[in-house]
Structures are given as C-alpha cells and as structure tokens.
C-alpha cells in the first residue's frame, strides 16, 4: 500500500506569492490570528449578551437583590440558550474575514491559495455533506450495535425554524475553521516545511483550540488531532475548501441538531432525535464531549485516513 501525500496547488501559489517563515514564527502569528478573530466575534456577541441580559426580567430582580448566585445562573442560562448559541455560529464571519484579510494584505496571497477555488464549487460542497453525514452516521451506528448509544425517539423541543438557523450557523462556523487551520494554517507552514509537518503541527493546534470544551478528555484530544489530519489530507487530495468545509459543517450540525449528541462538549436543545449515551460505555460513546470523545468516531477517523491517503489528488483549477 503506497501512501503519497502531495503538494497541492494552494501551497505551490503561496510560496511563490512569498516565502515561508521559521516554524516558531509562523506559531506566534498563528496565535496572533486566532486572537484577532476572537476579537472579531467578541465584537458581535458581546452585545448581543448584553441584550439577551438586559431583557430578561430576573436579571433586573437579581441586580436589585444583589444576588451573586442568580446572576451566575442566568449568566448560564443565557449563553446555553438557542439565541446565544446561534450568535457565537454566525459571529464565525469574523473570523473568515479576518484570516482571508491576513493571507490578502500580510503574505500576499491570492483567496485559490486558501482553497477558494472556482471549478466544482457545488458538486465539491455537496459531496462534503454527503461524506460528513455518512461518516457520522457510521460512528452512531457503532455505538448502537456495542449498546453504547441509545434512541429515545423524536424530541420534543424540536422547532423547524431554529433547526434551518443552526444549519445555516453551522456552513459558517465550519468553514470558519477550516479556512483558520487548513486554507490559512497548513498552507503557511507548507510553504516551507514537508506537507506531513505541515499537517500534524495544525491538525494539533486546532485539537488544542477545544482544550476549553466541557468534558474533554485525552481520549478526545487524540479525535480532534486526528479530525485535523483527515481535514488536511481531504483538502490536499481534493485541492479546494469547499468540500471539507462542507464535511465540517455537517459533521457538527447532525451530531447536536439531528442526532441529540453533543458537539465537542456543547449542548443544543432543537434536535430531531433525542439521545442517551449509556453509562459505562463512555470509551465507546465518549461521554460528556460526545462521541467525538470515544473509539467509535476514532475508527471512523483513520478509516477516513488511510482511504484519503491512497487516493490519487484531484486535479483542480482556479
């Protein structure tokens, strides 16, 4: 079994546009990026928060009484609540505009070297939700057939409204990190560093970007890691953003708003399916971070891996 992993165009373009840095330099802008985007969505949620506060009636009762427990409650409320979790999704555009500002201004690139490439832009995205839902699919399955995972049927809090704004939250939050860690990240340390380098070093920062998640595990760290290198491996064979961006997108969407199961730690109310992780089973199902904490979406991952790795690249062009 021969595994190649090839340079793709958008890291031949961004080298020419201008040379790679050293790998501790390009870190610190990396950090430097992430903070400026962070920074971008803070300026959209923070008043919106404000405002999800300030009308609510017990936020005022609180104030008035001076009661620090209650404040501490509806602080959690609100940013568990649907209306704050759509606002973080969509506040994502920050971060696009923000990432494809630096490649533009800083290194000179063009947006094909972040993997905006024009050729096949539906049939790319359409097959990346297709994979997504499968592969995600395919790691629920598991953990049905090991007892891991159960269904308690349809839920009751499920509103057809909410759950098309948390698909549309999610195309964006999805590609938000997409472009940050492969159409940004791995095409940076590709202009001068080997692919493989270039795929491990962001595949993981980017599983380190959720150590902040609730429930997460070593167990989990070792997912996410591996998500990044599928990530890079399907953007380098397929040469275009679009199709992982897409995969992203769904992957996240079905897990919390078709499926029930938490997202990297993160809870939604609008599901069409109500889930129960059992007990007991957390290795498989990956308990409190969901099931990309356990082995079932482990071995979905490097089945993804070594299936993307001994498939010829996709000749792209702009």
């Not at 939050?173 to 472009?179: D, I, K, N, S, T």
């Amino acid at each position: 079994m021969k595994m190649k992993l090839e340079t793709p165009k958008a890291v031949v373009e961004a080298r020419e546009a201008k040379a790679g840095w050293n790998w501790f330099l390009e870190l610190l802008v990396f950090a430097l990026v992430f903070i400026l985007a962070t920074i971008g969505e803070s300026i959209i949620a923070v008043p919106v928060q404000m405002y999800l506060m300030l009308t609510n009636e017990a936020y005022w009762s609180a104030v008035g009484n001076e009661d620090a427990e209650l404040l501490a409650n509806l602080v959690m409320e609100v940013t568990s609540s649907n209306a704050y979790m759509l606002m973080m999704l969509f506040a994502n555009i920050a971060m696009i505009l923000i990432v494809m500002l630096f490649c533009k201004l800083a290194q000179k690139r063009r947006m094909t070297t972040l993997g905006f490439v024009k050729k096949d832009i539906v049939k790319e995205y359409g097959i990346g939700l297709t994979v997504g839902f499968v592969f995600f699919t395919v790691a629920v399955l598991l953990c049905m057939i090991t007892g891991s995972l159960r269904f308690d049927g349809l839920s009751s809090t499920f509103s057809l409204g909410i759950f098309v704004l948390f698909g549309l939250g999610y195309m964006i939050q999805g590609m938000a990190e997409e472009v940050l860690c492969r159409g940004y990240f791995l095409v940076s340390i590709g202009r001068r560093y080997p692919m493989w380098a270039a795929v491990m070093l962001n595949s993981l920062f980017f599983a380190a970007l959720h150590l902040g998640n609730a429930g997460i595990s070593p167990l989990a760290f070792v997912n996410l890691t591996l998500f990044g290198i599928f990530a890079s491996v399907y953007f380098i064979k397929r040469g275009s953003l679009w199709g992982i961006g897409a995969f992203h997108s769904i992957w996240n969407f079905v897990q919390g708003n078709f499926y029930g199961i938490k997202v990297s730690g993160l809870t939604t109310s609008c599901t069409i399916l109500e889930s129960v992780s059992v007990e007991g089973r957390e290795l498989i199902n990956g308990g409190a971070f969901g099931l990309e904490g356990g082995l079932a979406v482990t071995l979905v991952l490097v089945a993804g891996i070594l299936f993307l790795l001994n498939r010829p690249a996709k000749s792209t062009e702009c």
